[in-house]
């Protein structure tokens, strides 16, 4: 019993490691090291740039406001939902579209879900370079104020990696999706990513949201994620907004994790249902050249 | 009884050149409308990032004239990416799929490919941006009020014409690279919408980085279409508008022509260095 259940997860730890392995070499040996560094950095510099100045225009340059680092570190942190979320769900297209490998691997002695999930693996490596240095610019550049003697650094790495397990089960669930969708499923990624973005509060305090609109965001996992991870580093600033005062750091952390678990178990039964039913239709390998 | 398969009288080099830009502009205009799915992302996606600024920008309390030009700078990021994606980028996926070999052999002008190319481009994304505007103003509330309505159209003409020559000119670019292309394509996407000022008054950068950032066209035109939509924009505005009309008639000229000289001069560097059939996935 005990060795039939080691044979079973490594075959699960075998998958996995072979796809980050696969992952890391796609998305970085394109360029040379120098190229791919200035690449990975460039794009969400960017995006926390164009923050910083819609910010500092209105605001004449108060970057002492608790809304700056609230807006920065949401916005931060953010990049795993994108490069994680997408990341494993990408995997799907990249595989049977571009390279035209999926019926390869799915014939392969691989555990399908836990190839995709490390297929994420390197997307994560890259946004959390990408996550410490536009942080680090923020303190650096910004007056993002952190007091690292003040941060209880076991829990926020705990709540990074619970939220980083969420996000990837929620890959999982859209590259379910996707097994089944053929002409349209480039955007569907792009698409729940910016869905998550509006209504999760990365960049805004969810009271700015029509009232009708918020109970979406309190839905979502990520909102609870990132409200977490920026007490833990800017403290009592982040916690100077109404939206989710009403919980202890402790609280947010349940949250989270329920709702990982829920994610978990949902991921399982959505990634099989729909995996059952593209093999029905044949579309384990449909190649669209779009 | 032998059958005989009639001559067709050869077409003149004009005629194949219009048949060629219609022939490549059509699946770009009908294509694209066909396929309503990407339809419903290409105005779906921009309005989440629209609405994510201008959410922003209510957060910090900014003037309602700010929540315009976001709405402006959005619907016309489908242009941005429409070149990036359709123009830049189109003669690597061409080659991916193996047509670039048979455009290169066909008897048409490379330079009717890309213009065809661009007229779709631009007709089946006018219509995206107009649907992004028109949803975008409603959602959040919007005043258009032009100023000038045919200036308007000469700056967005000459935007458009600027953009496209600029796509045109960075396909023959993109003629030379294989996986990197892909990779190239979305790095220019963020950093563009920052010194071109998609979301803010490119004016803000200051005055050296915003003329830097004009040698894109969507800076200068987006600039100059927000003065004229927006009256109390000429406050915010990089130039005055005359000048930037000059500055894009310049860009047309100068994009226009490099087009012609770079789609020559790399369609042999590839052709000699036989990348044209490349494939490195």
């Known amino acids: ?290 | 009884m032998a059958t005989t398969v009639p001559i067709l009288p050869k077409a003149s080099a004009w005629k194949l050149f219009f048949k060629t830009v219609f022939a490549r502009a059509y699946p770009r205009v009908v294509g694209q409308q066909r396929e309503k799915s990407w339809m419903f992302f290409d105005i779906f996606l921009p309005i989440l990032s629209i609405a994510a600024y201008v959410y922003v920008y209510r957060a910090i309390g900014a003037p309602e004239e700010y929540i315009g030009f976001v709405v402006m700078g959005g619907a016309m990021t489908a242009f941005w990416l429409n070149v990036l994606w359709s123009m830049s980028s189109q003669l690597y996926w061409e080659k991916e799929q193996g047509n670039l070999a048979l455009y290169i052999m066909s008897p048409s002008s490379m330079m009717a490919i890309l213009l065809g190319m661009a007229l779709g481009g631009m007709l089946a994304t006018l219509l995206r941006a107009s649907v992004i505007l028109f949803i975008g103003g409603w959602l959040f509330q919007v005043r258009f009020v032009v100023v000038d309505f045919w200036l308007l159209i000469l700056v967005f003409f000459l935007t458009m014409t600027a953009l496209y020559g600029l796509g045109m000119m960075s396909a023959s670019l993109f003629l030379l690279l294989s996986r990197e292309a892909w990779h190239l394509a979305n790095l220019a996407q963020e950093p563009i919408y920052l010194i071109s000022g998609f979301y803010f008054p490119v004016k803000n950068l200051g005055f050296w980085i915003a003329l830097g950032a004009s040698l894109i066209p969507l800076t200068m035109g987006l600039d100059a279409m927000r003065q004229l939509i927006f009256p109390s924009a000429t406050q915010f505005g990089f130039l005055d508008v005359r000048i930037e009309v000059i500055g894009l008639a310049v860009l047309c000229i100068i994009f226009l022509l490099g087009a012609r000289l770079l789609l020559n001069y790399m369609e042999k560097l590839a052709i000699q260095e036989g990348r044209l059939t490349e494939s490195r996935r």
């Open chain 1, 1 to 290: 019993m005990q060795t039939r259940l080691t044979n079973f997860l490594t075959f699960y730890w075998r998958s996995f490691r072979l796809a980050t392995w696969l992952g890391w070499q796609i998305e970085s040996n394109w360029a040379d090291p120098f190229l791919f560094a200035i690449y990975s950095l460039i794009k969400p510099l960017s995006s926390a740039a164009i923050l910083v100045i819609m910010y500092s225009i209105i605001t004449q340059a108060n970057f002492d406001s608790p809304i700056f680092p609230y807006i920065y570190l949401g916005n931060a942190f953010y990049m795993y939902v994108g490069h994680v979320m997408t990341g494993v769900s990408w995997a799907v297209i990249d595989d049977r579209e571009h390279y035209k490998t999926m019926k390869y691997i799915y014939t392969a002695p691989v555990h399908f879900p836990s190839y995709l999930l490390g297929r994420g693996v390197a997307r994560f490596i890259i946004a959390s370079i990408s996550v410490v240095v536009t942080i680090l610019f923020g303190v650096l550049f910004l007056k993002i104020s952190i007091d690292l003697t003040q941060v209880n650094w076991a829990f926020f790495l705990l709540t990074v990696l619970t939220g980083v397990v969420m996000l990837a089960l929620m890959g999982l669930t859209l590259a379910g999706i996707m097994l089944l969708l053929v002409h349209h499923m480039f955007g569907v990624g792009e698409a729940v990513a910016g869905a998550l973005y509006l209504f999760s509060g990365a960049i805004f305090p969810l009271e700015v949201l029509p009232v009708y609109l918020r109970p979406i965001g309190f839905l979502m996992p990520i909102t609870y994620w990132l409200e977490l991870l920026r007490r833990l580093l800017v403290g009592k600033v982040a916690s100077s907004f109404p939206t989710l005062q009403s919980f202890s750091n402790l609280q947010l952390f349940l949250i989270l994790i329920v709702m990982t678990l829920f994610f978990a178990i949902f991921s399982i039964i959505v990634f099989h249902a729909c995996e059952k039913r593209a093999k029905d239709l044949g579309l384990i390998d449909t190649i669209t050249n779009y």
